[in-house]
């Protein structure tokens, strides 16, 4: 299926032409067939010789119901422009055309009307030569006479290779229906109708309501009449929900994929039209099938920010429309370019937003966005309209690759304030280092953490020694270290650690320095203790006991338990069924590296 828009002046035979070519009536309301005039929009289809099945969206075309006619061309990828051949271009002609042109609207096919009226070369001409000047360019001009046939069946044919043309929506894509009409049927509830733009919609499926902010539940499909399960688009849809009244949603609201689109109330956008500065400060923004009122602020020569007054699920390159209601004009097309923009609060800030707006394209690029946010998580990405190929720095974190590297040597620079600043400390604190970096999540600082930094207990410190350690914690480890060079396996007791002025965050420090190894807790010794241990034990009958050990090494039980657990972890010595012990290896070359612990 594909769907096409009706466009032109009032009473130019729109309705008319879409009810010869599908034998439907597309006016809905009694009051539109009695004044022989659409109000609203209306639903029509046909089946195109090739078997294309062609729905229309016949739109009013007098002035007062513009904004009607863009809620029905808005979602529409293609349109059908009527001029008559007995009038010729007309005031609504113009504003129709100018309204396709700033929705950015790439196909359509020219159908002048009325030619048992009058010849329609004139008409004809002049038309193509407006339509040929906006986005629509070169289009196929047919002549028809819906009260005599004559045209239909070369119509019928310029429709097919019109629908030909027309693009192919990936099925895979998320799900944005804009709702045209809401009405209530009884028994079955509310139902929502609308033109499917791209996606798939299945009975059961879960969206996302704009209009109430809820997750609703798709009981039932419809398509052209027909209950469906499931229906791709492009395609004309009914949608039936569960529990959702009919006072929660209207004309103007979504029904989207969950978390894949932005819904914001203010955009960064760059307009094609009237001078961005002559804009009124308040303008109506048409977007899809919603209309709401932008609050202008210029930035740039044709770039602004727009202030909504409600949210609208947006994405970088969207095409909309602003309308200056008191002029009753289209002021011009404006595409999307940011829909998460920053704060502009600092002096020069607007300045230097509209350098960055200048930039831009409104092309969704990952690398280009990362490059102006540095991080942003893959789900703000894909809100955004980005498709992401990188792999995530940490969870679902991206980043610039630059600012990632900035990040990097930044973290080291703040390790080694740190550690100047706080020589006792193990390291600073993950969020320390957060919040230093002004990073939104401690994952991000876990993960810059690469040589020579390591990260342990909630801590990040240098990988290698600890560097000078305080005079007054040198002079205390020097005491210590001349008691234990006398008496290697003798630790001194918790008492003459704090005489000597080594606490436990002294302690700590000088472990992390190497010039103190822990065995437990207020047990120290030298660094090079393991190593002297293994030389002795080894001089023992194998295997040796607990108590034998503690003999040969001079100590008590308060040291050789965690001294000879410390070497059965680095694989000197072995335990054996019976809590006896062997020396393993040559303790000339064990090897041993008293840093670790």
């Known amino acids: 299926m594909q769907v096409v828009a009706t466009?032109?002046?009032?009473?130019?035979?729109k309705s008319t032409?879409?009810?010869?070519?599908?034998?439907?009536?597309?006016?809905?309301?009694?009051?539109?067939?009695?004044?022989?005039?659409?109000?609203?929009?209306?639903?029509?289809?046909?089946?195109?010789?090739?078997?294309?099945?062609?729905?229309?969206?016949?739109?009013?075309?007098?002035?007062?119901?513009?904004?009607?006619m863009l809620a029905g061309v808005g979602p529409a990828p293609a349109a059908l422009f009527v001029v008559a051949a007995d009038e010729g271009w007309m005031p609504q002609s113009a504003e129709h055309l100018a309204a396709l042109d700033a929705l950015g609207v790439r196909h359509g096919l020219l159908v002048v009307t009325r030619t048992d009226l009058a010849d329609p070369a004139v008409a004809t001409e002049l038309a193509l030569a407006e339509i040929a000047a906006t986005s629509l360019g070169q289009v196929?001009?047919?002549?028809?006479?819906?009260?005599?046939?004559?045209?239909?069946?070369?119509?019928?044919?310029?429709?097919?290779?019109?629908?030909?043309?027309?693009?192919?929506?990936?099925?895979?894509?998320?799900?944005?229906?804009?709702?045209?009409?809401?009405?209530?049927?009884?028994?079955?509830?509310?139902?929502?109708?609308g033109t499917l733009g791209g996606g798939v919609l299945r009975t059961g499926d879960e969206l996302e309501l704009t209009g109430t902010g809820r997750r609703v539940r798709i009981r039932g499909l419809q398509t052209l009449g027909t209950q469906v399960a499931e229906v791709a688009g492009v395609a004309r849809v009914a949608v039936n929900l569960r529990g959702v009244a009919r006072e929660q949603v209207g004309r103007g609201d979504a029904?989207?994929?969950?978390?894949?689109?932005?819904?914001?109330?203010?955009?960064?956008?760059?307009?094609a039209g009237d001078p961005v500065a002559e804009l009124p400060a308040e303008v109506t923004l048409h977007v899809g099938s919603a209309a709401v009122t932008a609050r202008v602020r210029p930035?740039?020569?044709?770039?602004?920010?727009?202030?909504?007054?409600?949210?609208?699920?947006?994405?970088?390159?969207?095409?909309?429309?602003?309308?200056?209601?008191?002029?009753?004009?289209?002021?011009?097309?404006?595409?999307?370019?940011?829909?998460?923009?920053?704060?502009?609060?600092?002096?020069?800030?607007?300045?230097?937003?509209?350098?960055?707006?200048?930039?831009?394209?409104?092309?969704?690029?990952?690398?280009?966005?990362?490059?102006?946010?540095?991080?942003?998580?893959?789900?703000?990405?894909?809100?955004?309209?980005?498709?992401?190929?990188?792999?995530?720095?940490?969870?679902?974190?991206?980043?610039?690759?630059?600012?990632?590297?900035?990040l990097g040597r930044r973290l080291v620079d703040e390790v080694t304030r740190w550690a100047r600043a706080h020589p006792l400390e193990p390291g600073v604190p993950v969020e320390t280092a957060r919040r230093l970096l002004d990073l939104p999540d401690r994952a991000l600082v876990e993960a810059l953490v690469t040589a020579p930094l390591v990260a342990r207990d909630g801590r990040i410190g240098s990988g290698g020694a600890a560097g000078a350690l305080p005079e007054q914690v040198a002079r205390a480890v020097r005491r210590v270290g001349a008691e234990l060079a006398?008496?290697?396996?003798?630790?001194?007791?918790?008492?003459?650690?704090?005489?000597?002025?080594?606490?436990?965050?002294?302690?700590?420090?000088?472990?992390?320095?190497?010039?103190?190894?822990?065995?437990?807790?207020?047990?120290?010794?030298?660094?090079?203790?393991?190593?002297?241990?293994?030389?002795?034990?080894?001089?023992?009958?194998?295997?040796?006991?607990?108590?034998?050990?503690?003999?040969?090494?001079?100590?008590?039980?308060?040291?050789?338990?965690?001294l000879l657990e410390l070497l059965d972890r680095r694989g000197s010595t072995r335990r054996l069924p019976d809590d006896a012990r062997i020396v393993l290896g040559d303790p000339a070359g064990s090897g041993l590296d008293p840093a670790r612990s």
């Open 7 to 13: 466009a032109g002046h009032v009473d130019h035979g």
């Open 255 to 271: 029904l989207l994929t969950p978390g894949r689109f932005q819904q914001t109330d203010l955009v960064d956008v760059r307009l």
């Open 299 to 406: 930035l740039g020569v044709d770039t602004a920010r727009l202030r909504l007054d409600r949210p609208l699920p947006l994405r970088i390159g969207d095409r909309a429309l602003l309308r200056d209601p008191g002029r009753r004009h289209v002021a011009g097309g404006v595409r999307v370019l940011d829909v998460v923009p920053p704060r502009l609060s600092r002096r020069g800030a607007a300045a230097r937003r509209a350098a960055v707006l200048a930039g831009l394209d409104g092309r969704p690029d990952e690398a280009a966005e990362l490059a102006r946010r540095g991080l942003a998580r893959r789900s703000e990405l894909e809100r955004m309209g980005v498709t992401v190929r990188t792999v995530p720095v940490a969870g679902e974190w991206h980043a610039d690759p630059v600012r990632w590297r900035e």
């Open 486 to 562: 006398e008496r290697p396996f003798v630790a001194p007791e918790a008492a003459r650690l704090a005489e000597v002025g080594l606490g436990h965050r002294e302690i700590g420090a000088a472990v992390r320095a190497g010039a103190l190894l822990r065995l437990a807790e207020n047990v120290v010794l030298l660094p090079d203790a393991p190593d002297r241990a293994i030389r002795v034990l080894a001089e023992l009958p194998q295997p040796f006991t607990l108590s034998t050990a503690r003999q040969a090494l001079g100590t008590t039980r308060r040291v050789a338990v965690p």
């Open 17 to 68: 032409l879409v009810r010869a070519l599908t034998g439907m009536e597309p006016d809905r309301w009694a009051e539109e067939r009695r004044r022989g005039m659409t109000i609203d929009l209306g639903f029509a289809w046909t089946a195109l010789p090739s078997g294309t099945v062609l729905a229309f969206v016949d739109v009013p075309g007098h002035e007062r119901f513009v904004p009607n």
């Open 140 to 193: 196929e001009a047919v002549a028809v006479s819906a009260a005599t046939g004559a045209g239909l069946p070369q119509l019928r044919a310029a429709l097919d290779r019109l629908a030909a043309r027309l693009p192919v929506p990936e099925p895979s894509g998320p799900v944005r229906l804009w709702v045209d009409r809401a009405f209530t049927i009884r028994g079955s509830g509310t139902v929502l109708t």
